[in-house]
């Protein structure tokens, strides 16, 4: 496994829509490994193709272990996804991106959706994701249309930058070069 680059937001392959995968081999999983491990060293619950220039619709996810969701602690690797259904309940809620680092937002979801995918080994799949994690697929499902979590802002008091403590990590300046 290798870690990737994580691409910023300012790069214009972020801004593109992926293709579907088409092939379903060992660089399929080979990419999702990566992808996996990409995600984890970078303390991040969701990573999509697009984010290390990959333009395949290809997405990973995993969130922290929570006692009422059986989907929590373990690692989704997600291809060619089309959500099926969305809940009309919505729900507001905190949001980063590792394109975006030093930011997070408020950002409005479907508090449930259902998927069609396909495994990393092709296999036809269907999921239904609620809360924190159905919030994780919409996002990353974005990215693979080029759209970002700032794009669904439209207060600016609902995005603001995260107080690093001078550690030395980079924060993406130009948060208002992204406004569509
Ligand atoms: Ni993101």
Request: hydrophobic share 40%; with cysteine; glycine share 8%.
């Amino acid at each position: 496994m290798a870690v990737r680059k994580i691409l910023y937001a300012d790069n214009p392959k972020l801004r593109q829509k992926a293709k579907k995968v088409k092939v379903f081999g060992p660089q399929l999983r080979q990419l999702a490994n990566d992808m996996i491990e990409t995600m984890r060293v970078s303390n991040g619950v969701g990573l999509a193709g697009p984010q290390i220039g990959v333009l395949q619709r290809i997405f990973v996810a995993e969130i922290p272990e929570e006692d009422d969701d059986p989907l929590s602690g373990k690692p989704f690797v997600i291809v060619n996804p089309e959500i099926t259904k969305r809940s009309a309940e919505m729900e507001e809620g905190q949001e980063g991106c590792l394109s975006i680092p030093g930011w997070l937002g408020e950002v409005n979801r479907h508090h449930s959706i259902e998927i069609k995918a396909r495994t990393v080994t092709g296999k036809p799949i269907k999921m239904k994701v609620s809360g924190f994690l159905a919030r994780v697929f919409q996002h990353e499902n974005d990215h693979l249309d080029g759209i970002l979590f700032v794009d669904h802002i439209k207060d600016p008091e609902k995005l603001w930058r995260v107080q690093t403590e001078d550690d030395g990590s980079y924060v993406f300046e130009d948060i208002n070069a992204l406004a569509v």
